[in-house]
């Protein structure tokens, strides 16, 4: 059976970073790819009427956007490489999103690309990478 | 024509020569006030026709709430005790189907909804309430409360079943929808046409009413206080408070600023628990006056001393204030509500149980419980609205009342915003859709600010509580050919929930860590 190894994107330079590390060691090991766009979204915000009104064709908006700029060009770039991949996109708190992942596709790793985030910024903002260390099921390769 | 022409040029060219010389006199606030009373008084009229019971003047329309609140706690079975837990756990979003992240929960639905219901109606309508009908309002509030769950149960869950889905993926729903397409269904499509049309003219002046001018004016009050009062600086400043507000709603609805309502948004919640928990400490620290307050809410709600129209006087102070501030009956929550991502109509109106609870039952009996204990009540002075309590507070913290300042600013604030949205939605529904129709209304909005800053107290309320409950005549009548729907769907939704079809979902992305 072939390992499944689970990547989280973004689009942003880090998370290319760890795309490429994944990427090789996939290749090395015959392993799967999944690759996941998590989008930021919680349930329990306070939005206005407006908002609410609106949120479902945003939505739509925000997962072409996901796969139109981000996660086909990707699993296109990977598939091309020989590999076998697949892209999801989902809505929540990305840590918590990935863990749940990792369970459901099987995944025995997870690849995350970090910030680099300083204290300070780290402590208000949270760390992405850093809370799913802590909450992952399965071993996290957090790219520098 | 032409003459109507020279008639209108002269009003322009006369007005402000005349409006100058009429400031210096009497300030642009008491002109205004003058200008407006009139019309409100008339309306006032019409809406409250009271009829003598018991040698009290009862109005009618609060009798019409308070039997259809009633009719609905027990045609539904007493629904609000039965489902509470339940729905606490909808709105936890134990029953979300994950594909559906993303959406708008049923958290998100009850509290934008909430943020339009909890304003000032719990701050100074319910000082309003107890100082004219004494600390027994309070218990006939609560009372109100509790039966208004089953009636905004009803409405929600109509809200949802009857929308508009358009194909770009937003909704829009309320009871002008539920209304004409509800009762159309039951062959009575003209009926419900006259009534959607009816609630859409009176949601449009209850949004300027108590969804904007009475909110205005009490904010304005609370500034007045911690300014210097009556001889400070902001005294005769109404119409300036107005303008500044006036800006910056306009700012968020015109300008499309959101940032400026996402902050408020935030805030809000945050503003209710710090103004909760001060009630909190202010009761526990008087706890050795907390039974002898239950004694004067208890006994006050059967055999109150000095109130106008005794016992019946108080239970209709109660119904009034917890019906304008809980909207039970009303209409306008469900058109908030309807935003929901749900495939059951029945779970929103389940969910917005809650609202007249946490609204009524928890904020409401705070600020009455502080101003029962505090004794403040009895001022002599004469104070009512946000004035009395805030008195009522600053008697245990002096610095409070800048607190309560910030607080019912921001609660003017946010009800204000969702209030445009009601108005907006109904005026578009008669109107029609576009962002000129929109824009209209928007500004006309703003315009209210101005003036209901400007206004004293009484002509202010009267007029917000007619606009209100007159949304309540055509809702109501609608409801009542609607409860059977609501029935069926209740009844069917809770057998497969017994049965357990209806799935619940372990999901770890509901838990928030963070």
Redesign the interface.
């Known amino acids: 059976m072939t390992d499944t190894f689970l990547l989280a994107v973004d689009g942003s330079e880090p998370a290319g970073r760890a795309a490429e590390f994944a990427k090789a060691r996939a290749k090395a090991g015959g392993a799967r790819l999944v690759v996941a766009y998590v989008i930021e979204w919680s349930p329990y915000t306070f939005n206005t009427p407006e908002e609410n009104e609106e949120r479902h064709k945003r939505r739509e908006e925000e997962i072409a956007k996901a796969k139109g700029q981000v996660l086909d060009p990707l699993v296109a770039a990977i598939e091309a490489q020989g590999l076998e991949v697949e892209g999801v996109v989902r809505h929540g708190n990305v840590a918590e999103v990935l863990s749940g992942l990792a369970g459901e596709k099987g995944a025995c790793q997870i690849f995350i690309g970090r910030k680099g985030l300083s204290k300070v910024k780290a402590m208000l903002f949270g760390s992405v990478a850093g809370t799913l260390v802590q909450v992952s099921p399965v071993p996290v390769t957090v790219v520098p | 024509m032409k003459k109507l022409f020279a008639a209108l040029t002269l009003a322009l060219f006369w007005t402000p020569a005349a409006l100058a010389q009429e400031t210096q006199e009497r300030g642009i606030d008491t002109i205004i006030n003058e200008a407006v009373a009139p019309i409100s008084n008339f309306i006032v009229g019409v809406v409250f026709y009271s009829v003598p019971v018991f040698g009290v003047d009862f109005p009618l329309i609060v009798m019409w709430l308070v039997i259809a609140a009633a009719i609905a706690t027990i045609y539904f079975n007493f629904i609000a005790f039965r489902a509470f837990k339940h729905a606490m756990e909808l709105i936890r ?1 134990d029953y ?1 189907d994950p594909k559906d ?9 009850l ?2 909804a909430l ?2 219901t909890v304003g000032l109606g719990n701050i100074a309508g319910v000082a309003i309430a107890v100082s004219i009908g004494g600390p027994g309002a309070t218990f006939w509030m609560i009372l109100a409360g509790l039966m208004g769950m089953s009636l905004k149960f009803a409405e929600c869950t109509l809200g949802v079943k009857y929308r508009n889905e358009y194909p ?5 729903g309320g009871p002008m929808y539920y209304l004409s397409k509800g009762l159309a269904e039951k062959n009575l499509a003209g009926l419900g046409k006259v009534l959607a049309v009816f609630f859409a003219v009176c949601c449009i002046a209850g949004s300027l009413g108590g969804g904007n001018m009475f909110q205005a004016n009490q904010s304005f009050q609370q500034i007045v206080n911690i300014t210097g009062g009556e001889t400070g600086f902001m005294a005769d400043k109404g119409w300036l408070f107005g303008l500044i507000v006036a800006g910056i709603v306009g700012a968020v609805i015109i300008g499309g600023i ?1 940032s400026i ?2 902050v408020t ?2 805030v ?2 945050f503003m209710a628990v710090v103004y909760c928990t001060a009630a909190v400490i202010i009761i526990l620290a008087n706890i050795t006056e907390v039974p002898a307050a239950f004694g004067a809410i208890i006994g006050g709600a059967f055999s109150p001393e000095g109130v106008a129209g005794g016992a019946i006087g108080a239970l209709i102070q109660g119904f009034k204030r917890a019906a304008f501030s809980n909207e039970a009956g009303v209409g306008s929550a469900s ?2 509500h309807s ?3 749900t495939k059951e109509p029945i779970t929103e109106g389940l969910v917005a149980l809650h609202e007249p609870f946490i609204d009524t039952v928890v904020i409401c009996t705070m600020t009455a419980l502080v101003i029962v204990i505090t004794g403040s009540y009895s001022n002599e002075a004469g104070m009512s609205g946000v004035e009395l309590t805030s008195s009522a507070f600053e008697s245990v913290f002096p610095w409070f009342p800048y607190i309560l300042a910030l607080a019912v600013v921001l609660f003017a604030f946010s009800t204000m ?2 209030w445009s ?2 108005g907006v939605k109904c005026w578009t529904y008669l109107f029609g859709e576009g962002q000129k129709t929109e824009l209209i209304f928007k500004l006309i909005f703003c315009i209210f600010v101005v003036i209901g800053s400007s206004m004293s107290l009484g002509p202010v309320v009267d007029f917000s509580d007619s606009a209100i409950f007159a949304m309540a005549v055509a809702n109501i009548v609608g409801l009542y050919f609607l409860f059977p729907v609501v029935k069926r769907e209740l009844e069917s939704y809770w057998s497969r929930l017994q049965e357990g079809q209806i799935k619940r979902y372990r ?8």
């Open positions: 979003g979300a992240a993303g959406e708008v929960s049923h958290f998100q639905a509290a934008t943020s339009g770009d993926g937003t909704v829009s959101k309502a996402r948004e935030k809000v919640p058109i908030a935003a929901v991502r915003i969702s949205y009601y999901t770890t992305w509901l838990i928030h860590t963070d």
